[in-house]
């Protein structure tokens, strides 16, 4: 049974920084492209980054320079350090596995910016 466990959001400043994690079981976790994604308020979930089993990253625009995935493939765990924060950077973040036939999903982890 796959289980995909986020941790680490909270209330920040603008121009302050969070680190996401997200806890990962019931997969082999090095083979599995992992990512984070984003849903705000009357928004369309979307992409914020990804990584592939062997850790080539992409990010959407809107977080380049700032945004940084990662993972520890010894502790099953993805990260996202996020640095200077905006508002419009709040939002529920969610982590993500998938392999050809079906998508996981974690419960997802509010992150808020605002002053």
């Known amino acids: 049974q796959v289980q995909l466990v986020e941790s680490g959001g909270g209330l920040v400043q603008p121009g302050g920084s969070l680190r996401l994690s997200c806890a990962a079981s019931?997969?082999?976790?090095?083979?599995?492209?992992m990512g984070w994604y984003r849903q705000a308020p009357g928004k369309e979930r979307e992409l914020v980054a990804q990584?592939?089993?062997?850790?080539?990253?992409i990010y959407a625009d809107s977080v380049k320079g700032r945004f940084t995935i990662s993972r520890d493939n010894a502790k099953n765990t993805l990260y996202l350090q996020m640095n200077k924060l905006k508002p419009e950077d709040t939002a529920v973040y969610y982590c993500?596995?998938?392999?050809?036939?079906?998508?996981?999903w974690g419960q997802g982890t509010q992150v808020t910016v605002s002053s």
């Open positions: 993500k596995t998938w392999t050809s036939s079906q998508a996981y």
């Open positions: 990584i592939s089993s062997s850790g080539y990253t």
């Open positions: 019931g997969i082999i976790f090095s083979i599995y492209h």
